[in-house]
């Protein structure tokens, strides 16, 4: 008896890099057991995608991309699926980008210095037993879970993060608001919560803080 053919695993590529979609898509062609689906080139236009054709087996995300940045995108995807199978890719290797990354519930990270192979070893991993993270990775995880200040960034809540990026742009508390769709008072709300997570005393210091640790990256 011939055993069923089983369907490929569908995969989503979220990148900016015209050339690195392409590449992996390329890759991933090699092999008969993934399917692209969905190319997108920031984190929004990737989700309205989803909402067209429906959440892939795999999404493939960039960190850094413009319009919506991988840190967001990653905090929809969990609001609004279940459990989405989510690989981080990035040329961001510090502890904080990956402590924030996993702590959003990531499945795999990947630095793009990656070989070939070893995203296909990711992938497959992930589609078996649902997460993977190479011995460099689970390092600076380890390190960062040992740093109280690494700690503190990966509990910041995505609108927090939102609150950040906008105050990094020279808005006011007012203009923020507006933009947030909150009221004032909850605006202070957030910046107050960081001050004292962070033990900040200004929106100088808060601004400088968020730049230093890369918590908004400026377009």
């Known amino acids: 008896m011939i055993a069923p053919v089983s369907e490929p695993a569908t995969v989503a590529i979220a990148d ?4 690195m979609r392409t590449a992996l898509a390329n890759l991933l062609t ?3 057991e993934y399917k692209v689906s969905i190319q997108a080139e920031n984190g929004k236009q990737l989700l309205d995608q989803i909402d067209s ?6 999404i493939l995300l960039d960190i850094s991309m413009p319009v919506m940045d991988g840190f967001e995108t990653m905090a929809l995807l969990k609001k609004k699926y279940r459990n989405p199978n989510v690989v981080a890719i990035s ?3 510090d502890h904080i980008a990956i402590l924030r990354m996993s702590s959003l519930g990531i ?26 993270f190479s011995a460099a990775v689970h390092d600076k995880l380890f390190q960062a879970s040992k740093n109280d200040l690494y700690r503190k960034i990966g509990t910041i809540k995505p609108k927090e993060l939102s609150f950040l990026k906008y105050l990094c742009t020279g808005m006011t508390y007012n203009e923020i608001a507006a933009k947030m769709f909150l009221s004032h008072h909850t605006v202070e709300e ?6 004292q997570k962070f ?7 808060l601004i400088l803080f968020a730049l ?7 377009e």
């Open 91 to 93: 040329t961001y290797s």
């Open 190 to 195: 957030y910046r107050d919560a960081l001050f």
């Open 30 to 32: 090699t092999r008969n």
């Open 16 to 19: 900016d890099h015209a050339l």
């Open 53 to 58: 054709h429906g959440l892939p087996d795999i």
């Open 107 to 132: 499945n795999g990270y990947l630095f793009k210095t990656f070989e070939p192979e070893e995203i296909l070893i990711t992938l497959d991993f992930v589609k078996k037993n649902g997460r993977y």
């Open 212 to 218: 230093k640790y890369k918590l908004v990256e400026m």
């Open 199 to 205: 033990e900040l005393n200004n929106k100088a210091e």
